[in-house]
DNA sequence: GATGAATGAGCTTTCATTCAT
DNA sequence: GATGAATGAAAGCTCATTCAT
């Protein structure tokens, strides 16, 4: 029986392959669940639908992941992974300013959300429950970490006179979250009340995701700089 | 049989006072869904967790609502009429300058949703639903009404210079409703993070409402006015 | 709801009149379940079975008694009561000799096990498992009691002189309720091998009756009286 | 493919030694399987835990013995072999008297029983399914063949006069299987009831073998000779 | 008007077995 | 010969709803 062995092998990262720690069939059956997840919520999106959804038997659900459950659990060591920003090596790139980097940092953002609409749909879901367990733990390692990342590129900063002492790191943040989520988890609304319908659904995705970094690099800017 | 009779006539008996549409008991049960809704999602709880919070019968809610779906239009009939900002007076109001409006617009704003944070939470989950029938129409009403009128409101500051004259109204407004709102789904994260579990709840609702005040409207300032 | 609500009344035995704890549903269930676990072990038969030959609904299962594991619970409840051989009043009566009493509580035991044969083989089934929970424990208590009234019985017949001084109780009570139980439950075999397929079931519980009677009290006798 | 080819031939390689015809794996699978049929029952017991408990794959049982089913058949026919008292020779032995030869057998039989607990366990769960198939038969067979070694047995007695005319032979087996039996299948109770929790597992099966042949052949003794 | 009883439909999970190698 | 992967079937249970009173 296979179950769960190699689910906690490390990623052995090569120069160009990732070998992913989950098989094909588990991506398969991952990636179907992540897109009725963000649709119908983890309770409304039952084992038959990912199995349907996936092109597997319902069996294979408990099979490879043992429940509904740790089949959500692994979605999130899955795609979380890749949550972190990855900002280590740019907070200490000295070739970018720090107003630079504060760019850089938004429109990755932005970027990483919109990539992964539907992961990110889940997570919008789930951060919402208070005691998830396995979740709610992964969840908070990644934001503890991005926010202490931040700290330090901002700190850079005003190290360098660039930024105000006085900043409120933390509501910044979540404003930078707070926006962009809400924009990708209310955009049938935009849409239909900012009348651009008429767009595909690809440049609506491009007229969103410049629209968010104009406006959310000037309030960054507004907030971080002072008036010139 | 009684069934649906009264629930979508509200009565305005009074010039000032609305009677609720709903008896003692329908708004007990709309309480405790909006609750259990709140914490777990529609799909993640059962009529028999309403009941038994709400200390009615199973057969009730049926009863009352005709069926759970029901019971959720209803819950979004009865919060969703005072979601609805109440701005028309404020816009119209000429003791107020512009940016004493949208001061006042930012507080409103911030108050209501900390108010009424279950039911917030509620229309979170439900929003990111695409084609959700008549909570999806009922949601978009009220966005595309609030957003007439801030848009009318930021308008008379532009007529008389106060405001720069091109802004993007629609992703100013969405970063408003995404930070509330991530701040509160995402609160139990922002106080562990930031080290804020010895406040009581009170003081912990207190601290962010000021906390969001303040960071809201210099975020608007800067977007809406000239530096100065 | 009604749930488990009346299960913990108590029996009012008023002079005719035994009210059952269980309402006649519950019955039809414990007396269908009975036979299947009877025949074919708890975990052979399956809820849709019961259902079915008790000729209710699957659900209703759950809804009278919980779960499978509590409807066998309610079972020895049930049936549990009655198997206590009621010898108090016997043990007590000064009407009858030691050696009478002995044989009645034969006839009676005899009697008891042939008349609640599938109960008997579902007990027979249980009892082999280590550590039943409720069910070891409501079997202990009954062993138990049964053993010491036995005891305080042959006691009576000690002291006054009609029995043996040393007798194994505890084995002689094992041989009882061993012969009968093993008869009970081997009796297609035992039909066969002497050849008795003539005879009607009926007929044939009758001749099994007898020869258990006279086979156990001749033991009996032979074990606690002195030879004559 | 193997399958199921050497099954039902015993090979007797020398007089005296009957290789099995069951490999290495096979008995290890066989071993597992009765140990939790014993304590579980047969529909208790998943042919997962069996491939567990026997260190080898799930696959296996099926590759080795066609089914679940099956696997409990070979069993019987593993362990059913030596089922048999092996009564044929003692039975004509001439060195011993009729009496010697009911305390072999009484000894005998405890001793068969006592050694094979696990696997009697299970022979006392599936004799209770009236039509068992092949188990049934094998069973019977066994049953019938004893029976028939007893009765030569205990004829012997009464022609030379040892034994009285009349004695219920199949009753008195059932005395003797049903005493053994019941104290195999439940002396978790009899030791809790009798206190001997202190004695270790070792100490008890002596005690009870000890007590079951004095009291057994005290029974047989007084069943079958006239009293002196 | 209100509710205990009842249920069909659906849920997640485990089952024994077979397949492909 | 041996086994990891896979699966149809069935398990026990809970669901939202309706019925009968």
Redesign the interface.
Known sequence: ?FKFKQLFNLRRISTTVIMSAYNEKQVQIMEAAEKLF???????TSVRDIAEDAGVNQAMISYYFGSKEKLMEAMFTYRGTSSLLQLEEMVQDKTLTPIQKVEKLIDRYIEKLLTNQCFH?VV??E????NNGFISDK??EI??LN?ALIKELIAQGQRNGDFKKHV?I???M??L???????I??Q???R???NLQSLTEEEFQKHIRK??S??LK??FK??LMY??
């Open positions: 029986m963000a649709d119908k919520g983890f309770e409304g749909r919008v879901r951060q919402m429950v208070n969840l908070q934001k503890r926010q409120d933390p509501l910044l979540i404003t979250v707070g926006t962009v989520s809400h924009l988890t209310t049938h609304f935009y239909e009340i900012n629209k968010l104009h406006h000037a309030i507004a907030t008036e010139q």
